[in-house]
């Protein structure tokens, strides 16, 4: 008889008893009896196919589904590799007790279980790489949508608020959507106000210049406003005398008045009765 | 192909369709060096609506035809940069300084009567 059918002729007694042992050891979550047994279920008899018929396509996507379930269920993957410890205890045990005549046979076994607890192991690791990656992707999309809003605030006035730290990537993404902005919306003036912009360094410097530069060439006008008090003292630390070229303005307010006396408007209240 | 400069009262109109040959830039500039001297506009507009490409030579030729023309003692507008072409050019370090621009030619025509 064959270390797969003993197993599969064994896959209940399997099931049952490493979930027991798993009660005796501490998990950072809990996990619901019947649903371990379950699962262990499943994960024996993918291992039994497994030892069929090899690493293939369909372990993969095992291990990627029950990944998957598990971190979106907000388990942590120190609990699976915990349980697969226990199960590789159990079919140890199992081994030893159907072969106990045959030590060259469980010698065997043996390594054959210990490389498929192994490949289990990788598995689960590359599985749970996939899905945290996956889940920076999305963030990194949100993120982005969420941060590069190019607002069109009157007639012929873009307003575009940049949050949080610029790289050259953001500023690309930016620079571009600008434009496609400027177009769009026919604006002659463009206001770049960096209020929320941390820090600042001579590749930040450089972007927006790159910014008002194009959105110049395309015949707008760009005004940046809100640079911080110690934003100004790091470029003129850095030496650059980068926004020569560019209208600067101390804060939106004062940024829109530019904008307003350069297309030739201006706010005026509300006559109030007749 | 022959890019064709237009007199629209007293302004030079360079009007360049689709993608521009080194060639045809090198005879857009002579052409346009000769046509100013011999028709004295005050106002060149360049307009590269139409232009969806550019490479790095063809940048720098818009970019003297620019220079010479404002050497020439005329205002030269350029009129109708696409954002794809803008990128282009900042990435080239062609930053057109001292030329006016104008979102249309309508807008780059607007400007050179003020």
Redesign the interface.
């Known amino acids: 008889m064959g270390l797969t059918q003993t197993l599969t002729n064994n896959v209940e007694e399997i099931a049952q008893e490493t979930a027991t042992m798993i009660k005796n050891i501490p998990l950072d979550n809990e996990i619901e009896y019947s649903v371990l047994i379950s699962r262990l279920r499943e994960l024996v008899n993918q291992l039994i196919l497994t030892l069929k018929s090899g690493v293939d396509e369909d372990y993969i996507r095992f291990f990627d589904d029950l990944i998957r379930q598990k971190v979106n269920e907000g388990y942590n993957i120190n609990d699976i590799q915990r349980i697969l410890t226990v199960l590789r205890d159990k079919l140890i045990d199992v081994i030893e007790k159907e072969y106990y005549e045959q030590p060259d046979k469980i010698n065997e076994y043996f390594k054959v279980i210990v490389k498929i607890i192994g490949e289990s192991r990788i598995s689960i690791g590359k599985a749970y790489i996939k899905v945290r990656e996956n889940t920076i992707i999305q963030q990194q999309q949100a993120l982005n949508e969420l941060s590069t809003p190019i607002i069109p605030l009157f007639d012929k006035i873009v307003v575009v608020p940049l949050v949080g730290t610029i790289d050259t990537f953001r500023a690309k993404q930016t620079i571009e959507r600008l434009l496609n902005a400027i177009v769009s919306e026919h604006a002659e003036i463009v206001i770049i106000d960096v209020t929320g912009v941390p820090i600042i360094d001579t590749a930040v410097a450089q972007n927006l210049l790159n910014a008002a530069s194009a959105a110049r060439l395309l015949g707008s006008t760009c005004i940046l406003v809100g640079i911080s008090p110690d934003m100004a003292q790091t470029i003129i630390k850095l030496d650059v005398n980068l926004f020569s070229s560019v209208i600067t303005n101390t804060n939106l307010k004062k940024g829109l008045e530019t904008a307003l006396n350069i297309i030739g408007l201006k706010i005026t209240p509300v006559q109030k009765g007749r | 192909m022959e890019i064709p400069i237009l007199k629209i009262d007293n302004c030079l109109v360079v009007s360049i369709q689709g993608s521009l040959t080194d060639t045809a830039a090198l005879e857009l500039q002579e052409n346009l060096a000769r046509d100013i001297s011999q028709q004295e506009p005050v106002g060149v507009l360049v307009d590269l609506t139409a232009v969806e490409i550019v490479d790095s030579f063809v940048a720098k030729v818009l970019s003297d035809i620019s220079s010479m023309s404002k050497l020439m003692g005329v205002n030269v507008v350029?009129?109708g940069?696409?954002?794809g072409?803008?990128?282009t050019?900042?990435e080239l370090g062609i930053?057109?300084?001292g030329i006016r621009?104008?979102?249309?030619l309508q807008?780059?025509i607007d400007l050179l009567r003020a």
């Open positions: 350029v009129t940069i696409q954002p072409v803008a990128i050019l900042i930053t057109l300084e621009t104008a979102l249309n807008k780059g």
